[in-house]
């Protein structure tokens, strides 16, 4: 037989601290949170198996301001929001309403765009022309419909990626999730510093080396803070201009090497790859892996936090997902556009082609670099570096200054949004109570410091050849972005209607393990190229830990998929299950969020 409890909390200044889920729990222990000025009824469904489903009914949806307290215990790196403009003359689609929420999807569209990605375009173009377009372009879809779900759960929660993991995990998997992606974030952003470098070292001529070229990076910190300082606005409207950048420089390489458009459109929509072996197929695996980064989904699902969204009007939370929705798309073919340019340049120049053919060019154009090709009839292997090279041999200096602004471009912006990551992440992970300016600087050193050493001790050889280490450690990293987003997106009590349907929930798993596996064939052929023994060793001991986290957070996100049978032998029926199994399996630490619902994250107050 079923009990009902009806608590009525009409007063204004309520507020819910705590839930507890059981028959047996006195009634004065029962507590849980509610924003200030929001009438609401918490229905109580207890069953004689002592588990309760809870949902809320709210009777007041007007938005109040969110109360200031010094016990906040989490706070939004951005100090302003920016509003959204009515548009009664549009209701379906307003141009002003895009343009309001235009931002946060071009932000996260550059880690489409930071120097890895464009290492492993030309790489692409160069081991395969034009077969492996339509990888690409698979992987940018792919990658769209994952970041939609970490921009809705920010729109919808009103909390981060970070945030929701810090409250829903208990502590050791919410640690080693924070070390995870801390991991996944310095080595996106040592790329990123890489690409800067070595862009600062064509551009100089060489004049600057490369650990100067790290350090000068330094300074894209200090705009980062001086640009914040003056606006949201006006720092989006910055990645706008390098994202444009970008698109000029490649797009001059572009029309100047003047692809073959035939082969181009075959190779982006016929998924063939005729006549590939291993080298064509490690570097199909290497886009994906380029493409879909871990700490995007971590970085989406805050910035989407910038625009004014009462979360207690269904309505309006429909339009900013559609909105956010839309600015994504835009924002991920610009970016895709541009890698094209890129794959497109190298399959059409140097496809087929062989050091002795480089050597004998960048000799004959008296080019100071032609050293850096042997003189033999191995396929030409290219990075960043070398890519620069040889379009300064083939096409002029031009060519080569112009790349390397765009490669700068590359580094300088996604490492500012990795500067992004690395706040959300340690203000939703760890509750830092520290200043902007010793955060970014923490962040950013731990970055730069490795790099530092390896550009001081190496050339640029090695400092290019790091990057296949580091595309392999943020591929190791995936699991712990993807995992908990469809988790969270698929719980009802989490994303109230907005929660996946049954369609998305199998899409999604399906998107995630493909993904996955993809990402750890891309981390076995690596291994097995170390040739060492005692390295063997450890990879297999890492492989055993790391494999028992995945398989937890898997066996969680299952449970919140539907999956019954898998939560410890209790009998729940579907709909409860969604609802509750997360309390009783340890999910969540803090049940209020489950009280959320609409309710904007910035008005709740923890005790």
Same mark, same amino acid.
């Given at each position: ?386 890519? !620069?090279? =040889? #379009? ?8 080569? +200054?112009?790349? /390397? %602004?765009?490669?700068? *471009?590359? @580094? ?95 899409? !999604?798993? =399906? #998107? ?8 750890? +064939?891309?981390? /076995? %052929?690596?291994?097995? *190229?170390? @040739? ?76």
């Amino acid at each position: 037989m079923t009990k009902k409890y009806i608590l009525d909390q009409s007063s204004p200044v309520s507020e819910l601290v705590n839930v507890t889920y059981s028959k047996d729990s006195p009634s004065s222990q029962r507590s849980s949170t509610m924003a200030p000025g929001k009438e609401r009824k918490i229905l109580y469904d207890v069953s004689e198996d002592h588990e309760e489903v809870i949902s809320t009914v709210y009777s007041s949806p007007v938005p109040q301001e969110s109360p200031e307290s010094n016990d906040e215990p989490f706070t939004t790196y951005f100090d302003e929001k920016i509003p959204i403009p009515e548009d009664e003359k549009h209701s379906w689609f307003s141009f002003r309403k895009l343009w309001a929420f235009t931002g946060p999807g071009f932000l996260m569209s550059i880690a489409y765009l930071d120097p890895g990605n464009i290492e492993s375009d030309l790489q692409s173009g160069a081991v395969a022309g034009f077969k492996l377009l339509w990888v690409l372009l698979l992987a940018t879809i792919i990658g769209l419909l994952l970041q939609r779900l970490a921009a809705r759960l920010g729109v919808v929660t009103g909390l981060h990626l970070a945030e929701m993991c810090n409250r829903q995990y208990q502590k050791v998997p919410r640690i080693m999730l924070w070390l995870m992606i801390e991991l996944a974030i310095i080595g996106s952003d040592m790329q990123e510093v890489i690409g800067s470098a070595i862009a600062i070292n064509l551009l100089s001529a060489g004049k600057v080396p490369l650990w100067g070229g790290v350090l000068i990076t330094i300074a894209d910190t200090f705009m980062f803070l001086f640009l914040d300082k003056y606006g949201l606005r006006k720092l989006e409207a910055f990645f706008g201009f390098l994202i444009t950048i970008m698109a000029l420089t490649f797009g001059y390489e572009y029309v100047t090497v003047k692809p073959d458009q035939g082969k181009l459109l075959k190779g982006m929509f016929m998924p063939y790859c005729d006549k590939c072996g291993t080298p064509q197929l490690e570097q199909a695996v290497g886009i994906v892996g380029a493409v879909i980064m871990p700490h995007n989904m971590y970085l989406h699902s805050a910035l989407v936090k910038s625009r004014q969204v009462n979360r207690a009007d269904k309505k309006e939370v429909q339009e900013a997902n559609k909105y956010f929705f839309i600015e994504s798309c835009v924002a991920l073919f610009v970016s895709f556009l541009i890698n094209v340019f890129v794959v497109s340049v190298f399959a059409e120049a140097f496809f087929g082609k062989t050091n002795e053919q480089v050597y004998k060019v960048c000799t004959n154009s008296s080019s100071p670099h032609a050293g850096l090709f042997p003189n033999n009839n191995e396929t030409l292997e290219v990075d960043i570096y070398k890519g !620069g090279v =040889v #379009l300064g041999c083939y096409f002029g200096p031009a060519a080569l +200054y112009i790349w /390397a %602004v765009g490669i700068l *471009a590359a @580094g300088q912006s996604s490492t500012m949004t990795g500067t992004y990551s690395g706040q959300f992440v340690m203000e939703g992970f760890l509750n830092l109570k520290w200043s902007r300016f010793a955060r970014v600087i923490l962040t950013r050193s731990i970055a730069i410091t490795p790099t530092l050493l390896v550009a001081i001790f190496q050339d640029v050889e090695h400092l290019t050849g790091m990057n296949d280490f580091l595309n392999v450690l943020q591929s190791l990293q995936l699991p712990f972005a993807l995992i908990p987003v469809l988790t969270f997106t698929s719980l009802h009590p989490v994303m109230n209607d907005f929660a996946n349907g049954l369609g998305w929930k199998i899409a !999604g798993s =399906v #998107l995630i393990l493909i993904v996955c596996s993809i990402n750890m +064939y891309f981390v /076995a %052929v690596y291994v097995t *190229a170390l @040739g060492h023994l005692a390295l063997y060793v450890v990879a297999a001991v890492v492989c055993v830990a790391y494999l028992c986290f995945v398989a937890y957070l898997s066996w969680l996100c299952l449970i919140a998929l539907g999956i019954s049978f898998l939560a410890c032998g209790q009998t729940l029926s579907l709909p409860a299950l969604s609802e509750l199994e997360a309390y009783q399996l340890g999910l969540t630490t803090h049940p209020e969020l489950f009280l959320l619902n609409n309710v904007d994250a910035d008005s709740i107050v923890t005790r």
